[in-house]
């Protein structure tokens, strides 16, 4: 970043992180770049935000819903090929982040925005007829893990941080039903019993579940993880490798594919479903991957196929 300074505009979330992200402290640290900053109020700011930038540097402070509605700002105007998205993780559970391995360090990140790493990645395209059209670029998931989401509300975040989750999930796991589901990949059809259905462009929801162990964000596919009907005491035994992080891939019970377009679809009152955490509703669902769109800021340990 020599030269001439490099455009940016920074879009922030002022309620992410409990506001410990300072303007002046950005500016100086990013000294190289001539800053617009934009502080959002309220939802779909960000969005609006986005869709308005054309050209140069396009910098998030906030977690994974402020990120969202940023690329689908972007989506919206055709995933300008200008535009570089960078990220400073301010979220509670910041996954979009792991994947792309930048450090949840406001001061670490910003070296990651100094040092200029680009990649060109994958995003992913939602269509239900609750919803009309959205992008995602992290995780999608429906049944238990969204319904975890769901419960992880800003009051219990801001109480218990990643740990919301977990205590989510022991909640949501008195009450969860099995849903029947019917999945297409590409051309293929399969019905299953499911507990959690996820659909991967990135590996981590839920503030550090790895929903989808081998996704890779520039392979041009999504990756599919079904837990069938295994028993709810068998499917929280998959929870201790999901929070290590560890590939669960293999165990009794866990469907996994890869596809160009995945088709959901559920008995009614089936599977509510969330796209990088905002939700999307019970309909049918369609995901489809938008293959090297989006050039984003990467950390130096990021691999993008996380198994070789």
């Not at 992410?16 to 950005?26: A, F, H, I, L, T």
């Not at 259905?197 to 993880?225: I, Q």
């Not at 929280?236 to 679809?265: C, H, M, N, T, W």
Request: charged share 25%; net charge negative.
């Amino acid at each position: 970043m020599e030269g001439s300074k490099t455009r940016a505009r920074v879009i922030c979330n002022p309620s992410s992180g409990g506001g410990k992200c300072e303007p002046d402290n950005v500016r100086e640290a990013l000294g190289g770049l001539e800053i617009e900053w934009i502080d959002t109020e309220g939802a779909g700011d960000a969005q609006e935000a986005a869709g308005e930038w054309e050209r140069g540097l396009l910098i998030v402070v906030g977690g994974d819903g402020t990120v969202n509605e940023v690329v689908n700002g972007l989506g919206r105007t055709g995933f300008p090929e200008d535009v570089t998205l960078a990220i400073l993780p301010m979220g509670t559970g910041n996954d979009l982040a792991a994947t792309l391995a930048i450090p949840d360090g406001i001061e670490e990140a910003e070296e990651v925005i100094r040092q200029n790493r680009v990649r060109v990645l994958d995003v992913a395209r939602v269509r239900s007829e609750g919803v009309g059209e959205r992008f995602f670029i992290n995780v999608a998931t429906g049944g238990y893990g969204a319904e975890t989401s769901g419960l992880a509300d800003e009051e219990l975040k801001g109480r218990w941080g990643k740990l919301a989750y977990l205590r989510a999930s022991l909640e949501t796991a008195q009450k969860f039903d099995v849903r029947k589901v019917r999945v297409t990949l590409d051309d293929e059809e399969r019905t299953m019993r499911a507990v959690n259905v996820a659909v991967g462009n990135c590996r981590y929801a839920g503030g550090g579940w790895l929903a989808a162990p081998r996704a890779n964000p520039e392979d041009g596919l999504l990756d599919l993880v079904v837990i069938e009907d295994i028993g709810l005491k068998e499917a929280l035994a998959l929870a201790p490798a999901a929070l290590a992080r560890s590939d669960y891939l293999g165990a009794e019970g866990v469907f996994s594919a890869r596809a160009k377009k995945i088709q959901v679809q559920t008995e009614p009152g089936g599977l509510d479903f969330t796209a990088d955490g905002e939700v999307i509703g019970d309909e049918p669902v369609e995901f489809e991957i938008i293959p090297h769109v989006l050039n984003v800021i990467v950390g130096p340990d990021y691999v993008a196929e996380p198994y070789g």
